[in-house]
């Protein structure tokens, strides 16, 4: 599992180590230097010779930076330094001073066309304008700095010290321009910003250098990675039989949209639940896909209710208020045509899972006027968030990362997916796959109000590693991807 912690979490973690006289710094930059130097040696075949920029802001993220560049320098790179900031690290300055690294200033207007020149000339640029200190984005000099490093061509190898500058480091915005890095080199922890769209997308290859810290709690974010898929996901035991392994009941499509039910069903058969019972207009070509599905009404642990139900088919409409009406007992999937009929209150089992314009209308539903889909893409963790608490349920927000919230807060950033997958279905898919997992785990979801959460991000990662199953580094249609998941989770479970 990759873990993230708030930066005050990290200062906490950071106190004690300081005060105990341990060069956290020195650790940092050292880490720093080895990590841009292997990046140099990958990208040009050797260190020695290459040219190296600093982009240096006012506080310790620069300090790092320009220790990382004094020691650069002794392995035979050209460092250029530029300051940003009127005043900087001053030991990180003197050591690059010391070490015969260049110094230019951004602050004042004269010297940029030095800056532009060796801007141009880098092999290298370590972005080290602001770290977790960072507060409402770069600007000033070091706004023009980033302009000018995203506008060089040949484009140079850019590293992100910490974190790219000008993120919301808790909450994974970006706050105004952002360099985008290939590389983050990041100290002691992840930080929340790593993993959550769409300061994420920014980060490029995240590495991590050890410092020892030690933060205390829980972490603000994390991924689940395949282990952990894996001991979530459920397995049958020897004994087991259909009803055991769970039944899920399926609320989608329609006679117009049959396609919503069908791939639904794909989802949750192809998932490995127990059986499929299938409720709508759509059973026909359910069945004609799915043959093993039981068209009707009957026990279920788990639904999934909403993939292609129209807002005037009062038919299925009804059946999706039937089913909520039952979910304090039931893990159930809201998605698409069913969030709208979502009670006032829920129980962390009833997982939501809307992609970003269904989530603005959630919540502009619920009082918050006027929010957007932009407004949700450009903060997905604090919309994700506001739903949970104003419902109680899991919320799953779709994306190119997609966001979990589940009880108390617990937040999951899953990003397995291929762009390809951004096409028409694949969501329908993802709620079977998720149906599936909480109808083979309800006895355990509804008693456990943290486990939706951690099921949903598993849902999504095994859609996303599905995705990439059914054809690696091309397009892929959703019911191919429902078609990958039997793959995939038996090399999760076999592993
Ligand atoms: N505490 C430590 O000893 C360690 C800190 N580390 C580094 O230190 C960083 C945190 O250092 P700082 O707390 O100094 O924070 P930053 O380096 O992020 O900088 C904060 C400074 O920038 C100013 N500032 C904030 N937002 C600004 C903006 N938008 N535009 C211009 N100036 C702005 C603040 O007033 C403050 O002076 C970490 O990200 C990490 O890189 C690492 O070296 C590990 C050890
Ligand atoms: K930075």
Redesign the pocket.
């Known amino acids: 599992m990759l873990t993230s912690w708030t930066a005050d979490a990290v200062?906490a973690a950071?106190e004690p180590l300081?005060a105990a006289g341990v060069p956290?710094?020195g650790r940092?930059a050292f880490g720093l230097a080895g990590h841009v130097a292997r990046a140099l040696r990958e990208a040009r075949g050797r260190v020695r010779g290459a040219r190296a920029v600093l982009l240096v802001?006012?506080?310790?993220?620069?300090?790092?930076t320009l220790h990382a560049g004094a020691l650069l320098t002794r392995r035979g790179v050209a460092v250029t330094a530029v300051l940003a900031?009127p005043r900087v690290h001053a030991d990180g300055l003197a050591a690059l001073t010391a070490a015969h690294g260049r110094v230019l200033r951004a602050t004042d207007g004269t010297g940029r066309a030095d800056v532009t020149a060796a801007v141009r000339a880098a092999h290298v640029v370590l972005d080290g304008l602001?770290?977790?200190?960072?507060?409402?984005?770069?600007?000033g000099p070091?706004a023009w700095l980033v302009e000018e490093v995203a506008a060089a061509q040949p484009r140079p190898l850019v590293v992100a010290?910490?974190?790219p500058s000008?993120v919301g480091v808790d909450d994974g915005t970006r706050q105004g321009a952002v360099l985008d890095a290939d590389l983050t080199v990041t100290?002691?922890v992840r930080k929340p910003a790593l993993l959550l769209p769409p300061a994420a997308h920014a980060a490029g290859r995240v590495v991590l250098v050890d410092?020892g810290l030690d933060p205390a709690g829980a972490p603000a974010a994390v991924r689940l990675e395949a282990e952990d898929v894996a001991t979530l996901w459920p397995v049958p035991g020897r004994a087991a039989h259909k009803y055991a392994r769970g039944v899920l009941g399926v609320v989608a499509g329609s006679a117009r949209y049959p396609g919503a039910a069908v791939l639904s069903v794909a989802g949750a058969v192809r998932a490995g639940v127990g059986m499929v019972r299938y409720l709508g207009a759509a059973g026909p070509q359910v069945l004609a896909a799915h043959p093993e599905v039981v068209v009707g009404d009957g026990r279920v642990q788990a639904w999934v209710v909403g993939s292609g139900v129209a807002p005037d088919d009062d038919a299925q409409r009804e059946r999706v208020r039937d089913v909520l009406a039952r979910a304090a007992h039931e893990p159930v999937v809201v998605d698409a045509g069913a969030l709208d009929l979502l009670p006032e209150r829920v129980p962390a089992h009833v997982v939501l899972t809307p992609h970003a314009g269904e989530l603005a209308a959630l919540l502009a539903a619920r009082g918050a006027a006027g929010v957007t889909r932009e407004d949700v893409e450009a903060a997905p963790l604090a919309h994700a968030r506001r739903a949970h608490e104003l419902t109680g349920a899991t919320v799953l927000l779709k994306g190119a990362t997609t966001v979990v919230v589940g009880h108390g807060g617990a937040v999951h950033a899953q990003a397995d997916a291929p762009a390809w997958l951004a096409t028409a279905g694949a969501g329908d898919v993802l709620g079977g796959v998720l149906g599936a997992l909480l109808a083979g785990r309800a006895r355990d979801a509804v008693t456990d109000p943290m486990l939706p959460a951690a099921l949903a991000a598993a849902a999504a990662a095994v859609h996303g590693w599905a995705a990439h199953a059914a054809n690696p580094g091309g397009p892929v249609a959703a019911a191919d991807v429902a078609g990958a998941v039997p793959g995939v989770v038996a090399r999760l479970v076999s592993a």
Do not use: C, Q, T, W
């Open positions: 200062r950071e300081l956290l710094m940092a802001g006012p506080g310790n993220n620069g300090g790092d900031s602001l770290g977790i200190g960072g507060r409402g984005g770069v600007r070091a010290v910490d974190v000008g100290f002691g410092l």
